[in-house]
């Protein structure tokens, strides 16, 4: 490590270097006193206090609201191949966590939350999909690709850099691009000892949503007591797999917009020695289906609530709350008494609290007691700095409703 680099100066307004002391990487534009002159989006920066003292590095971008992303605090630390090769090191150490033999498709790093703000890298067996979704980060593609290449020893790397927030950082919208090796169309991973086919290149995100890996688990417990389970939102079918392995008698119906991802429920079934014949794949809207399926008198045992962010923004919060709320009263009304409902949330603007309340709306609505048996955030894989709770998106809750 050298001292030797500097790096341009980004003044703070008096008093505004608190929350970073306390470990937060995210300076917004108005708590800069004097922007970095000369310097182009994603460039390296020295933040220093309104006193003139050193708080900390990090990249910078002018047509953010988040100006600077912190990299590191440690005035000693040059943004380098090695400070590269050590948080990835650090990231790759922390998933050791899970035996290979079980679980070999995991996130390995999580932006923030692994000290690399702007970067995700999800593991499917030998193969990493990256995705960048700032210019900082684009700014050290090339050492992020050499660093997971000599730190994992992976066989392909593909860029998913797909994602419309890149458009707010000045960066290209990009179709899929093989970064290291070779990638293909189909990878075999094992999630607690679950088998699962993953499209790298046409899946969803990066391909696979590794963040339900324990909440899957969990639900094994109820779908062995239960007859007819509904997965909604199933996409590739993650909750429905499990559950036809707890119990070879259930049935179970997977509903999802998507036809290739149904198409792949399917695929995962047969690949789990499960016949597909036996259960139910449905194409549709899950409002629509819900609403048939209580016009129709059907009732579950089991019902999961896995639905895409309703709220993409702030200003969405209320409309998405609103949304909860209808989907959770008719996710109950197909439950028969005594029955289990899981309901997720992945949008980061809707709280836990947000979400049960939700729940418990939908309970007052339907006149029917609710008891709250466990929740859940992300799994370990999806470690949440602790200074920076608004980078935690997922809640979910298993209860039982009367
Ligand atoms: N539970 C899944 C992940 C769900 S992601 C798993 O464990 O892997 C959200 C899914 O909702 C996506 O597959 C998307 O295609 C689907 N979707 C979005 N809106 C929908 C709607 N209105 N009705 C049905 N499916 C929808």
Partial sequence: MSS???????????????????????IFSGALQQPPHWIEPGGLVDVK???????????YNPNTDIAIRILTRDIEESIDEEFMRRRIRSAVALRQVFDPDKTNTYRLVNAEGDGLPGLIVDRFAEI???????????????????????ETGTRGILMRNDSQSRRRE??????????????????????????????????????FFLDQRDKREALRKYAGHADRILNCFSYTGGFSVYAALSNPNAH???????????????????????????????????????????????LFDVV?????????????????????????????????PGGILLT????????????????????QRLQRPVQLLETYTHGVDHPIHLAMPETSYLKAIFCRVG
């Avoid at 094992?190 to 499209?199: A, M």
């Avoid at 998405?320 to 197909?334: D, H, Q």
């Avoid at 980061?348 to 309970?363: E, K, P, R, W, Y």
């Fill in 4 to 26: 030797s680099v500097h790096y341009p100066t980004a003044s703070l307004k008096p008093r505004r270097e608190e929350s970073l002391l306390n470990g937060h990487l995210w």
């Fill in 170 to 207: 000045g960066l290209e919208v990009e179709g899929p691009e093989v970064a290291f090796g070779g990638v293909p169309t189909q990878v075999a991973v094992r999630e607690n000892g679950v088998l699962f086919l993953v499209d790298p290149w046409q899946g969803q995100k990066t391909g």
């Fill in 49 to 59: 206090s309104a006193t003139g003292d050193f708080v900390a590095r990090g990249y």
């Fill in 344 to 363: 997720c949330s992945c949008s980061g603007f809707i709280g836990m609290d947000d979400l049960l309340g939700a729940v418990s709306q939908a309970a």
């Fill in 128 to 150: 990493l999909v990256v995705q960048i979704h700032t210019a900082g980060m684009e700014r050290m593609h090339s050492l992020v690709i050499d660093a997971l290449v000599e």
């Fill in 252 to 298: 179970i119906t997977s509903v999802d917009t998507s036809a290739p991802a149904i198409e792949a429920a399917r695929e995962q079934f047969m690949l789990n020695g499960i016949e597909p014949n036996a259960h139910q794949f449905l194409i549709a809207d899950v409002f629509d289906y819900l609403e048939q399926a209580q016009r129709d008198g059907e």
């Fill in 304 to 336: 999961v609530l896995d639905p895409p962010a309703f709220a993409k923004t702030k200003d969405a919060r209320s409309q998405a709350l609103k949304a909860y709320r209808r989907l959770n009263t008719l996710g109950m009304e197909v439950l028969r």
